[in-house]
C-alpha cells in the first residue's frame, strides 16, 4: 500500500506521525551488548558449577512430613508423663546398680543359728513349764532349786522315764542293798489292796 | 557491512566467537528492539525479551543452518520471544492477552518512556484491537517499512497475505480512530 493509497483509505492513520512514541533511557543501546555478553558469561559460569552438590537419600522428601509428625507426637507424649526423675538419674544409674552389685551380702549360716537357738529353746520351754505350774508372778530359771526340779520328777510332770534319768546321771552309782530295807506283813499287805492280791493269787 | 555468512562463521567458531556475538548485536540490536518493543510495549519488558533473544541466538548458533537469512531467523526468535513473553505475562496475571494488551496501553500515559501525543497513544489502542497477525504485519510494514519479501521469510507467509493482511489492518485502524 503507497503512500498515496494510504492517504484515500485511511486518511487518520496517514495524518499521525509514523513515529511510534516510543523512547528508551539513555545510552541504552551503547551498554546493551555488554549487558547481554555479562549476562551469558554468568550462564555458562552457572551451568559449569554444579549448584548443588549436596544429595539427600532416596525417597527423603516423601518422607519427611511422616518424620516430623511422628517426633512431634513422641515429643508431647513424652511431655505429658508425671513421673520424674531426679536429675542426672540416668547419667549415674549404671554406676548406681554396678557399685549395688559389687557389695557382698552378710549370709547367716543356719548352723550357727541352731548353734544358739537349741539350748535357748530348750530353757525356754522349761521357764515356760515352771511358769504354768506355780503361782509365782515371775520365775527365772537361777530361781528354780533342784529339791523343786526333783519334786516335779517325782509328781510325773516332767516325762522322763528312768532309764533317760540313769542315763543323764552316768556318773552316779546306785547302791542295791539301799534296796533292802526291812518291811512288817501288815506294811506289805497294806502296799497290796485286795484286789492286787487276789490278781497275784491267780497268777502266781 | 560484515557479510552473513562471515558473521555465521565467526559465530560458529569458538575462537573468534565473541567478537562476532558483539558485531551481531551492534548491527540488530535497534531493528529487534523496536520490533520487540512493540508488541510488549512497556521497555523493561523489551530489554528482557531482547537480552533473551541474543542469548538463545549465541546459544543455537550451531543450529542456525543457513537456509533462511540470518536476520529473518533472529526475527523469527525475537518475534516468538515476544509472544510467549505477554502469554506468560498474561497467566501470571490470570488475565486474557487482550485484557493485558488493553491494561499496558493505557498505562502508556504514565510510561516514562513513552512521549507519543494523544493520537499515538489511541493509535497504540487501535493496533491492539488487531489479530495477533495483523499486529505484527502492520508494525513491521507502517513503522519499520519492512519490505514484503523480508516479512515474508520472517513470518513464513506470502507476499500476496501479507498484503491482504496489512490493507485489512488498516482498514480497521481506521475505522478505530474514527469511531474513538
Known amino acids: 500500500m ?20 516510543f523512547n528508551t533511557p539513555n545510552e541504552y543501546f551503547e551498554t546493551l551488548e555488554i549487558d547481554i555478553l555479562s549476562k551469558i558469561k554468568t550462564e555458562e559460569l552457572n551451568s559449569e558449577i554444579d549448584k548443588n552438590s549436596f544429595r539427600t537419600p532416596d525417597a527423603y522428601f516423601d518422607t519427611i512430613e511422616d518424620i516430623v509428625i511422628a517426633k512431634l507426637k513422641a515429643k508431647s507424649f513424652h511431655n505429658k508423663e508425671n513421673t520424674k526423675v531426679s536429675d542426672n538419674y540416668f547419667d549415674t544409674l549404671e554406676d548406681t546398680v554396678i557399685s549395688k552389685l559389687k557389695t557382698p551380702k552378710r549370709v547367716i549360716s543356719l548352723k550357727t543359728v541352731s548353734k544358739y537357738l537349741v539350748p535357748i529353746a530348750i530353757a525356754a520351754s522349761l521357764l515356760l513349764i515352771f511358769t504354768l505350774n506355780t503361782n509365782k508372778k515371775t520365775v527365772t530359771f537361777e530361781s528354780l532349786a533342784t529339791t523343786d526340779l526333783e519334786l516335779f520328777i517325782d509328781y510325773g510332770m516332767v516325762d522322763i522315764d528312768t532309764q533317760t534319768l540313769a542315763s543323764t546321771f552316768s556318773d552316779i552309782e546306785i547302791k542295791t542293798e539301799e534296796f ?12 497290796l489292796t485286795d484286789e492286787d492280791l487276789e490278781t497275784f493269787i491267780y497268777t502266781n | 557491512m560484515i557479510d552473513d555468512k562471515l558473521l555465521v562463521a ?15 548485536m551492534s548491527l540488530y540490536k535497534k531493528r529487534l528492539y523496536w520490533h520487540i518493543r512493540k508488541i510488549v510495549i512497556s521497555h523493561e519488558d523489551a530489554d528482557d525479551v531482547l537480552q533473551n533473544t541474543f542469548i538463545k541466538v549465541f546459544k543455537n548458533i550451531h543450529k542456525f543452518n543457513e537456509d533462511s537469512q540470518l536476520y529473518s531467523w533472529m526475527y523469527r526468535i525475537a518475534t516468538n520471544e515476544s509472544i510467549t513473553f505477554i502469554n506468560n505475562k498474561a497467566k501470571k496475571q490470570q488475565v486474557n492477552i487482550n485484557d493485558l494488551q488493553y491494561q499496558l496501553a493505557d498505562e502508556l500515559s504514565n510510561d516514562s518512556y513513552f512521549s ?19 499486529q505484527l504485519v502492520f508494525n513491521m510494514k507502517y513503522f519499520d517499512d519492512m519490505k514484503y519479501s523480508d516479512m515474508s521469510e520472517i513470518l ?5 497475505a501479507l498484503k491482504a493482511s496489512y490493507f485489512h489492518a488498516v482498514k480497521k485502524i481506521e475505522q478505530h480512530l474514527k469511531s474513538n
Open chain 1, 2 to 21: 503507497k503512500k498515496q493509497k494510504l492517504h484515500k483509505v485511511a486518511p487518520i492513520l496517514n495524518s499521525i506521525s509514523k513515529k511510534s512514541g
Open chain 1, 180 to 191: 533292802d530295807l526291812f518291811l512288817t506283813d501288815s506294811e506289805v499287805l497294806n502296799y
Open chain 2, 10 to 24: 565467526q559465530l560458529k567458531n569458538v575462537k573468534t566467537q565473541e567478537l562476532a556475538f558483539r558485531n551481531l
Open chain 2, 116 to 134: 507519543g501525543d494523544e493520537i499515538q497513544q489511541k493509535l497504540q489502542k487501535a493496533i491492539i484491537t488487531l489479530p495477533r497477525k495483523q
Open chain 2, 156 to 160: 513464513e507467509t506470502s507476499v500476496g
